[in-house]
């Protein structure tokens, strides 16, 4: 039998921080290991877990809490717990905190309106190191972008020069546009008319070509080079 993803569930909200639990305990592949309401409580949580050999592969962040935020939280969690993969749980409007995220060491981020599927979709791309990007703040995020504006780490000049993308297919292009608009690899093979096996052999290619570590790497290279 394959090994459970386990997951820690932050938030000071007792409503959501359940309600998360909740769907996530649907999941035949999923077990929730523990709550948090404040980072603090979480960092103290996850040196209990390391002890008894249960550290979560992955931490659904909230970010606005007390004694302890979401973005200090996963910079010290990242420190100390490298292995543990971040998502952050966020509102619509809080594209700073979602960079601020990004740059404490967070994989991913999602709204506290996603639907189930999503959620589950995000936790298991995590735990396998890879970043689903949801529409909304996809959208919300690159839309706050400029010139003259500072990306979440790595910073653009770390990025491959633009001769890099000319060594993409046309169906390479195609797929890296579709990840910086947000789409899910299910989304992106329906809409291609491809298989969903097809498109993850297309993505290893481009982070290998691009130089790239994941896909908000890519969906940043994507924005930065006017793919969109």
């Known amino acids: 039998m ?32 523990g709550t948090a309401s404040h980072g603090e409580a979480a960092l103290s949580l996850l040196d209990q877990l390391s002890e008894e050999q249960l550290l979560p592969h992955v931490v659904l962040m909230d970010i606005r809490m007390p004694r302890l935020d979401g973005i200090a939280t996963t910079r010290q969690l990242k420190a100390r717990f490298p292995e543990i993969q971040v998502v952050i749980l966020t509102t619509f409007g809080d594209v700073e905190l979602i960079r601020g995220g990004l740059s404490a060491g967070a994989l991913g981020y999602l709204l506290k309106d996603v639907t189930a599927e999503q959620l589950a979709s995000t936790v298991r791309a995590a735990a396998q190191g890879q970043t689903l990007l949801q529409p909304d703040v996809a959208s919300k995020l690159f839309s706050t972008f400029s010139s003259d504006s500072p990306l979440p780490q790595p910073p653009p000049t770390s990025f491959p020069t633009m001769a890099y993308v000319e060594s993409l297919t046309e169906r390479e292009r195609e797929i890296l546009t579709r990840v910086a608009q947000g789409a899910s690899n299910r989304q992106i093979a329906q809409s291609l008319f491809i298989t969903e096996g097809t498109v993850k052999n297309h993505m290893s290619n481009i982070l290998s070509k691009l130089g790239l570590r994941d896909r908000t790497q890519a969906a940043l290279y994507a924005r930065e080079h006017s793919l969109l």
Request: no cysteine.
């Open 2 to 33: 394959a090994q459970s993803i386990r997951i820690l569930v932050v938030d000071d909200q007792t409503l959501v921080r359940e309600g998360f639990r909740k769907l996530l305990e649907l999941e035949a592949d999923f077990e929730v290991v």
